[in-house]
């Protein structure tokens, strides 16, 4: 098992920044890649970056050059840093982490940028 506990979201104007944490326990060394997500109202949940456990990242093509994703192996957090914020980045933010067999999610936190 695997529990995520996402942090950082707020109500932030356009064009400033805000990151993001997630921090991860449990079942740590079964984790093989993490990522974030958003679910905006009335559409989907879309992946917007990933990390692999070795570190090889991967952006949504929406959101390249203005959303970072790293991870800290010592203290277990993934981040996402978002730089340029636009209106329509607001959602639900949810990091996710994946082992062999199971997807982990954590509750979510919310986004809202303000024009």
């Known amino acids: 098992q695997v529990q995520l506990v996402e942090s950082g979201g707020g109500l932030v104007q356009a064009g400033g920044s805000l990151s993001l944490s997630c921090a991860a326990s449990g079942s740590i060394s079964s984790i093989r890649g993490m990522g974030w997500y958003r679910q905006a109202p009335g559409k989907k949940r879309d992946l917007v970056a990933s990390?692999?456990?070795?570190?090889?990242?991967n952006y949504a093509d929406s959101v390249k050059g203005r959303f970072t994703i790293s991870r800290d192996n010592a203290k277990n957090i993934m981040y996402l840093h978002i730089d340029s914020l636009k209106p329509e980045d607001t959602a639900v933010y949810y990091c996710a982490a994946v082992n062999f067999d199971s997807t982990y999610w954590g509750q979510g936190t919310q986004v809202t940028v303000s024009s």
């Open positions: 990390i692999t456990r070795g570190g090889d990242t």
